[in-house]
């Protein structure tokens, strides 16, 4: 049966993807993508489905209580699939209070919003909400991960917001009984992604022959899950993960930082013909990040024995599409580090 789904934070890197998907295979609902541009949200994203008749685009902040009520209410949105937010760590410890407003503020008005206007008719109804794994805090190098009972101890105002937010996305299903589902997933690398984060930034740098700063000795350990088998997996819990649960999305992938930068490193040279290594001299260790939590680790078994999703991508074909799809995006890139890009990056890397 056909569904109105809003989709918040589809010009983002992973709401992009899911916008893609969702309106290439489900050409009878209607999509509808909110985003209100943020220096994140890039309607060139999407330029490949833009003009498909199941898709739209609402220029709109979360924040806005009553127009988030009239978006849902005159679109009978059924579905919400919520990944709007402010997603950078290095930025929540610059300037915590947008990362309150938008992702903690911002869900509420979401969440009140969906529960006026479906006044208790929750049937059919699901509000889905994409969080992440950094909400756990942080692991040893003891072969432990997070589960979804792992108690939440965040540690970055990043981390602090997405926490707050899924307690009030749980504290509306308990007390309101509003159908939710939310999902914990880890670092996603792939086309479209800011390049602020690890992965695209340090492609960029590479290209631009610019310093590769390797917070702290470069230890910290990530668990990276190609974007693409992200949307897939809510694809498969929006249609069926159960109302009231959660769900851990992980690619059981981890990589210690200065292991995967050598990676990138030697695919980036592969590609632009340069000699093997020749852009390891660009590494350059930098003060470590404030709280850096040391290793995320996901367990994601009960998506797989539950649901039956598992990543379909090894991760050495992941990182060479992606450093093919930025390589030959270089547009796409000069696009988007235009504008403020280079006072933040003076700011982030040169103070
Ligand atoms: P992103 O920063 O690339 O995109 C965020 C999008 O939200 C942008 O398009 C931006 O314009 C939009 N936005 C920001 N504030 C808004 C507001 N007030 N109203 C409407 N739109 C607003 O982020 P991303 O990496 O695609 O992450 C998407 C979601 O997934 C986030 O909720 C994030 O916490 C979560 N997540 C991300 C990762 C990851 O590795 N990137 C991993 C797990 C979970
Ligand atoms: P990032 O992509 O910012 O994701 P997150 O902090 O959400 O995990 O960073 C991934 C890892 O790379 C993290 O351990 C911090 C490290 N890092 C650097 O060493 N240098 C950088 O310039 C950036 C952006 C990240």
Redesign the pocket.
Known sequence: MGKNILI?????????HVVRLFVNKYPDYKIYN?????????LTNLTDIENCPNYNFIK????DFDLMKKIIEENNINGIL???????VDRSIKDPFVFA???VM?TLSLLQAAKEVWDGNFEDKLFYH?????VYGTLEFDGTFFTEDTKYDPHSP?SAS?ASSDHFVRAYHDTYGLPVIVT??????GP???PE?LIPLFINNIIHKRPLPVYGKGENVRDW?Y?VD?ARAIDIIFHKGRQGDTYN?GGFNEWKNIDLIKVIIKTVDAYLGNPEGASESLITYVTDRAGHDLRYAIDSSKLKNELGWEPSLQFEEGIAKTVKWYLENQEWLDNVTSGDYEKYYEKMYRN
């Open positions: 918040t934070g589809g010009a983002g890197f992973i709401g992009s909110l985003d209100k541009l943020t220096y994140a949200g890039n709109a902040d979360i924040c919520h990944l709007a937010a402010e997603s950078h407003q938008t992702n911002g994409i969080s992440t794994d950094e990043y997405k914990n997933c880890s670092n996603n690398y479209y992604q800011f984060k899950l974007v992200h999305i």
